[in-house]
């Protein structure tokens, strides 16, 4: 019979008697042996559980935590972690590193960082400032952006994000033009509204319609229509009464100047006074005239012709007195005459006639009246002429 190497074991062959004995001894020593090999793993496994908390109160003692009943591999992991021969003299804090990662600063203990971890940061502009979050940052994060951030969105004289406003961009709110106010087909911007101009262009008109009138003493009214004029409108008022010939030498209207003379006439009656008064003659000498002075007063200009005609004549005859300043039938002026016309209409001269100075006392002519010899002894008729 065969016996097993290491534990003599009975292993009975074919041609063996099977003996009951000997599997209980096989049975035996099997069970001894088992008992001794549990022992020895009991002994290895108290001795391996002690120098694993050994093992564990080392690497703690050097700064990492472990402990006995940390598996062999993360006892393992943890030696390696331990700083080995360097005295660590960093200044970094706990806020200082992110948030889960261990560091050594000042000393041999491990520290654990809590800074937090923001990753990617998206921020909006507002009208205030915005907050960064305290932390880390990726490096993914970013600013949003506006494509309507824009020169043309903004108004003149306002910077947005360091983007100027453009200069033609206003506030129109305060605008108080109304399309009438504004030039046909032109265009305007009336509080954010764009507004077409219904203003009538009337830019060259010349003539007079659509123009009216109005007019008194000393000026006329020139009512164009409403709408826009520029330098080159005008209007022209005909008449054909405004030329130079109707208007008064030294007076202008409306930018003619005048060349005529004004003729000036009064006429009325006078009853001499006095009789043979005492003119002086056109040769110095006194000249007594029977019918005595017409006196005439209130002119408002100075007669340059004089006639006083005796209202009574008699005897188919004319008696007048004829004074003038200017050469009249080769006479020159500032002398009065008596001139008597006859029957025939011819002047005659007689008795009657006489020749006295109009500017000797007691005649006299100027511009508020005149005092001149009576052509008769009745109530004259008398026509005063200047110009």
């Known amino acids: 019979m065969k016996t097993t190497q290491n534990y003599g074991l009975k292993k ?22 088992l008992l001794s090999i549990s022992a020895k793993a009991d002994q290895a496994f108290q001795s391996a559980s002690n120098g694993k908390g050994l093992v564990a109160n080392a690497i703690t003692g050097k700064g990492v935590s472990a402990s006995g009943s940390d598996t062999f591999q993360q006892l393992a992991t943890k030696i390696s972690s331990i700083n080995v021969g360097i005295t660590p003299d ?10 889960g990662l261990t560091f050594y600063g000042s000393g ?28 880390y940052h990726n490096g993914s994060g970013y600013v949003k952006g506006d494509s309507n951030l824009a020169t043309a969105n903004i108004k003149a004289g306002i910077s947005v994000f360091g983007v100027n406003g ?14 009438a106010n504004i030039l046909n087909t032109k265009t305007a911007y009336i509080n954010g509204s764009k507004v077409v101009g219904t203003m009538t262009n009337n830019n060259g008109v ?23 004029y520029d330098n080159g409108a005008s209007v022209r008022v005909p008449d054909a009464n405004l030329v130079a010939a109707n208007i008064l030498n030294g007076k202008s209207i409306f930018g003619v100047a005048g060349n005529a003379t004004k003729i000036n006439i009064a006429s009325g009656t006078a009853t001499p006074v006095g009789s043979y008064v005492s003119f002086t003659g056109e040769n110095g000498d006194s000249v007594p005239v029977m019918g005595g002075t017409i006196t005439v007063t209130g002119l408002t200009f100075k007669p340059r012709i004089i006639i006083l005609q005796d209202t009574i004549s008699g005897n188919n005859r004319v008696e007048q007195t ?27 001269y007689n ?3 006489y020749a006295i100075k109009a500017d000797v006392s007691p005649a ?10 009576s052509p008769g002894t009745h109530v004259a008729n008398w026509y005063a002429i200047g110009w």
């Open 322 to 348: 004829i004074w003038h300043d200017v050469i009249l039938d080769g006479i020159y002026g500032s002398v009065a005459r008596s001139v008597t016309f006859g029957e025939s209409g011819k002047q005659e």
């Open 108 to 135: 041999t203990a491990k520290r654990t960082g809590t800074m937090a971890n923001n990753g990617a940061v998206a921020i909006t502009p507002s009208t205030s400032n915005q907050t960064i979050a305290t932390g």
């Open 166 to 179: 453009k200069t033609s961009v206003v506030d129109t709110a305060d605008a108080t033009a109304t399309a």
């Open 364 to 373: 006299y002519v100027n511009s508020t009246g005149f005092a001149l010899p």
């Open 12 to 33: 009975p062959e074919g041609t063996d008697t099977v003996n009951i004995d000997d599997f209980n001894s096989n049975a035996d020593v099997i069970d001894t042996t």
């Open 90 to 99: 960093g200044n970094a804090g706990e806020s200082q590193v992110l948030s």
């Open 206 to 228: 010349t003539g007079l319609a659509p123009w009216s009138f109005a007019g008194a003493s000393g000026y006329v009214d020139v009512i164009p229509p409403a709408g826009y």
């Open 351 to 353: 008795g009657y006639t």
